[in-house]
């Protein structure tokens, strides 16, 4: 069976380390992202090319957007909140992770405008890692445990079924999500990879999913009821973490990468490592979901 195949330019030279998370806000038209390693998290204006970014002091798994405008992030250990502009960053809630062993790695808003947000050994090869769940009111909940590289997250536009992938597993998996609890269950494989691994994933209009494949120099986009790829996104590097449709009709495709250990003779051919690339697939994904904070 043929696939489409599309190709990605660079969209903003933003030299990341391990850049992450994309998340567009169509109400200021910008794209959010993170650097994890390089501690940072960056807004770019593809209709002006304003591009700001503000330090984290820690690394920062994930950004996702507020109800009333603001930032929550998910970073090393700790929930925290922040002004869009970076300003006012402070700790949201009590909880905890147990920094020394684990760190948060990617998040994303459920239906409901709660923020799921999952962590990772360290050293990515050990299951001590969760999924938890962070509510309005600051409280956090345990989705799943055992997970080695929390990362991609999605939902069906009925907000029934969670897509997740931990890259340990090589594999996106969906449960059964209660959209009242956030509980999940009827775990089962819907893809798996070879010679790479999933990172970051995002659902299209269609209920497809364009997971990016870290070693991959690619984004595949999968039908998740039967595991077939349809397209390919093909990137000049190969270090690919994370996807999300932004842009005036949120049918364009940014996609983040990393230079993050990569060795300086693999960087040599790879000059647009941890760049920012966008990509004109031709289809489009839903707005983000808001936290309901405050
Ligand atoms: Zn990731």
Known sequence: MSIKEFSAEV?????????EGPVWDEREQRLFFVDIVGQRVHSFRPDTGAH??????????????REDGGLVLAAHDAFLVADADGLNVEPFGTFRADG????????????????????????????IGSLYMLQPDGTVSVLLDEVTVSNGLAWTADGTTMYYIDSRQRAVDAFKFDLETGALSDRRTVAEFVGMSP??????VEGCLWVACWDGARV???????????????????RVSSVAF????????????????AE?????????????????PGVSGPPAFRFRYG
Not at 52 to 65: E, I, K, N, T
Not at 100 to 119: I, L, Q
Not at 249 to 254: T, V
Not at 264 to 280: I, K, N, R
């Open 246 to 261: 932004g842009g005036p009709r949120l049918n364009d495709l940014y996609i983040t990468t990393a230079r993050h250990k």
């Open 100 to 127: 020394a062993v684990v760190r948060f790695n990617d998040g994303k808003v459920d239906p409901r405008g709660r923020f799921c947000a999952g962590t990772m050994d360290w050293g990515g090869s050990l299951p």
């Open 11 to 19: 969209a903003l030279a933003a030299h990341t380390q391990l850049g």
């Open 220 to 238: 595949d986009r999968i039908d998740p009821a039967n595991g077939r790829r349809l397209a390919a996104v093909h990137l000049p590097t190969s």
């Open 264 to 280: 300086d003779a693999l960087l040599a051919p790879e000059p647009d490592a941890g760049d920012l690339f966008v990509a004109q």
């Open 199 to 204: 990172d970051g994933m995002a659902i299209d």
């Open 52 to 65: 700001h970014s503000f330090d984290v002091a820690c690394p920062v798994g994930a950004v996702v957007l």
